[in-house]
């Protein structure tokens, strides 16, 4: 049995997968793969192990239909065709609740680092521009007691919604599909609807799937109804909100400020305006960039690839209802 793995992934994964006797073929070069170099590798494999966010459509689903197992490197599953992969009784596994910590520090980094203008502050020093104290210069706005709203109330949205509670004492409202008990129960928090989240929160932090019905639901419309001093965080996916209405969000102050992690499209390239407003902060995306999250990925990754190829249920599949029936 072969699996072929899209980009390096730490070195458990690959000892996980060499002792379940599995050969391994690796992409080796830094650039992306195009889909037809990735068809072409699979064509010879018997699983897939994708680990840079590969287009794994319909079309590739269709050309690639021997494959046993479709197992992802992130918990995020948006660039996969999960329906077509039903359809066609492919299990597409994911790696989720390992990263949740590391993808809510960054979210909770960026909430601190946009309240205080801290990058601005650093490319300030780094430009020479810091001169002399100014009283009334590169204010920020404070955390303490402020009402948090999280956009998709899941793993990592309820790390997140506890560093906001344990560290500021913030009120946590939520917008969700499901209401989530332990988040009630534990930190406290409201479910609103989502006009209320808008109009309530003092930050807004994005932690959804991308779907399409979530791709762009943080538009004009949206960023109107929020508070002029609130603050957008988003370490979920950069199609969830608009890039150009969020620009102009930022330009015209109907917003304070805003946090990404993620962009659309990603890389963000560097001559971006968001790059150079004082209460933006931008990383590239590196919500699980930690050793520890990045590890429990390749594990996992890696044993969902060996259930896959045993014809055994996956330990986190996207699509179990392929089980049924
Ligand atoms: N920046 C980064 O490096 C990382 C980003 N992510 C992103 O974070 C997302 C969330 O991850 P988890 O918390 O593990 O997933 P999760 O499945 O535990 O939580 C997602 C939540 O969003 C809710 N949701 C989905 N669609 C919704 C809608 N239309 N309206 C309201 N709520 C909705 C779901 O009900 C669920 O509670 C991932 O899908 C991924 O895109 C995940 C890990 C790292
Ligand atoms: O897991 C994910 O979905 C990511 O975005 C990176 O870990």
Redesign the pocket.
């Known amino acids: 049995m072969k699996v072929f793995i899209t980009r390096e992934i730490p070195a458990i994964g690959i000892e996980i997968l060499k002792k379940a006797g599995i050969e391994i073929e690796q992409w080796e070069e830094k650039r992306p793969l195009t889909q037809n170099e990735l068809i072409d590798f699979c064509m010879q494999s018997d699983a897939l192990l994708s680990a840079g966010y590969n287009n794994i459509d319909a079309y590739f689903l269709n050309k690639c239909n021997h494959l046993k197992v479709v197992s992802l490197h992130?918990?995020?599953?948006?660039n996969v065709d999960v329906a077509e992969a039903t359809k066609l009784k492919i299990p597409v596994g994911h790696t989720?609740?390992v990263?949740?910590s590391?993808?809510a520090d960054?979210a909770f980094l960026l909430m601190i680092a946009v309240s205080r203008k801290a990058f601005y502050c650093y490319e300030k020093i780094k430009k020479g521009a810091w001169k002399f104290f100014e009283p009334t210069a590169d204010l920020g706005i404070e955390l303490e007691g402020k009402t948090v709203g999280i956009?998709?109330?899941?793993?990592?949205?309820f790390e997140m919604a506890k560093r906001c509670k344990g560290a500021y004492d913030m009120k946590v409202i939520y917008?969700?599909?499901?209401k989530?008990p332990k988040a009630e129960k534990e930190l406290n928090a409201e479910w609103v609807s989502?006009d209320h989240l808008l109009e309530r929160s003092d930050v807004i932090s994005l932690?959804?799937?991308?779907?399409e019905?979530?791709r762009g639901?943080f538009d004009r419309n949206a960023f109107q109804k929020m508070k002029r001093s609130c603050i957008f965080i988003n370490?979920?996916?950069g199609a969830i909100h608009n890039e150009e209405d969020l620009i102009e969000a930022l330009e015209k102050r109907i917003i304070w400020g805003a946090g990404l992690?993620?962009t659309n499209p990603e890389p963000m390239d560097k001559n971006n305006p968001l790059l150079t407003m004082p209460s933006v902060a931008v990383l590239p995306?590196?919500?699980?960039?930690t050793v520890e999250a990045r590890n429990g990925m390749a594990r996992i990754a890696a044993q969902n690839v060996i259930a896959g190829l045993n014809g055994e249920k996956l330990p986190f599949p996207v699509n179990p209802e392929i089980y049924r029936a």
């Open positions: 992130s918990v995020g599953f948006d989720p609740g990263l949740n590391a993808t960054i956009f998709g109330l899941g793993n990592i949205g917008h969700n599909r499901t989530n989502f932690h959804s799937n991308l779907s019905e979530t639901k370490t979920a996916r992690d993620v995306h590196i919500g699980s960039a």
